[in-house]
């Protein structure tokens, strides 16, 4: 068996939209971004390529490549898949927290759920997903952003 995990980070901003797990969420501002910025899915492709010792999301999809400009996070999910399992591991579990003040995200956690164990052909029991507030503290508390951190372990194929 072999852990990894990740984190990511992208700034609120107006005109966007507030993708989280691949779900469009109404919001007033969304996450800045080359992609749609979906901070949960970039944590757990971080968590994923860090237990296979396959670098970083960055690595893999750089912000700089125009084929990743507002691409869809779960259509990365699906490659960063592909890529651990060509290196003979597949997820095991995956356990992330969604970390910001607003908006409140309960109501959209099972539909996250479905989103990315659907692309990871992954039983939704081994998919937990939680979101936290940081009580007004620090840039999450202020409103700037949300972050998101996830663990991630794989067994060999």
Request: proline share 2%; net charge negative.
């Given at each position: 068996?072999?852990?990894?995990?990740?984190?990511d980070?992208?700034?609120?901003?107006?005109?966007?939209?507030?993708?989280?797990?691949?779900?469009?969420?109404?919001?007033?501002l969304?996450?800045?971004?080359?992609?749609?910025?979906?901070?949960?899915?970039?944590?757990?492709?971080?968590?994923?390529?860090?237990?296979?010792a396959?670098?970083?999301?960055?690595?893999?999809?750089?912000?700089?490549?125009?084929?990743?400009?507002n691409?869809?996070?779960?259509?990365?999910?699906?490659?960063?898949?592909?890529?651990?399992?060509?290196?003979?591991?597949?997820?095991?579990?995956?356990?992330?927290?969604?970390?910001?003040?607003?908006?409140?995200?309960?109501?959209?956690?099972?539909?996250?759920?479905?989103n990315?164990?659907?692309?990871?052909?992954?039983d939704k029991?081994y998919?937990?997903?939680?979101?936290?507030?940081t009580?007004?503290?620090?840039?999450?508390?202020?409103?700037?952003?949300?972050?998101?951190?996830a663990?991630?372990?794989?067994?060999?194929?």
């Amino acid at each position: 068996m072999r852990v990894g995990i990740g984190y990511d980070v992208h700034a609120l901003t107006t005109g966007r939209d507030l993708i989280l797990g691949g779900v469009k969420i109404p919001f007033n501002l969304g996450l800045l971004g080359h992609s749609d910025a979906d901070v949960l899915i970039h944590a757990i492709i971080d968590a994923m390529l860090g237990a296979a010792a396959l670098g970083d999301i960055g690595h893999h999809f750089p912000d700089q490549n125009q084929d990743f400009k507002n691409i869809s996070s779960l259509i990365l999910l699906g490659r960063a898949k592909d890529k651990i399992i060509e290196a003979g591991f597949m997820v095991n579990n995956i356990d992330a927290i969604i970390i910001a003040e607003k908006p409140r995200l309960a109501q959209y956690i099972e539909e996250m759920k479905n989103n990315i164990s659907r692309v990871l052909n992954l039983d939704k029991h081994y998919l937990n997903i939680k979101a936290t507030t940081t009580e007004g503290l620090g840039f999450t508390g202020r409103g700037q952003g949300i972050a998101a951190q996830a663990i991630c372990s794989l067994v060999e194929l």
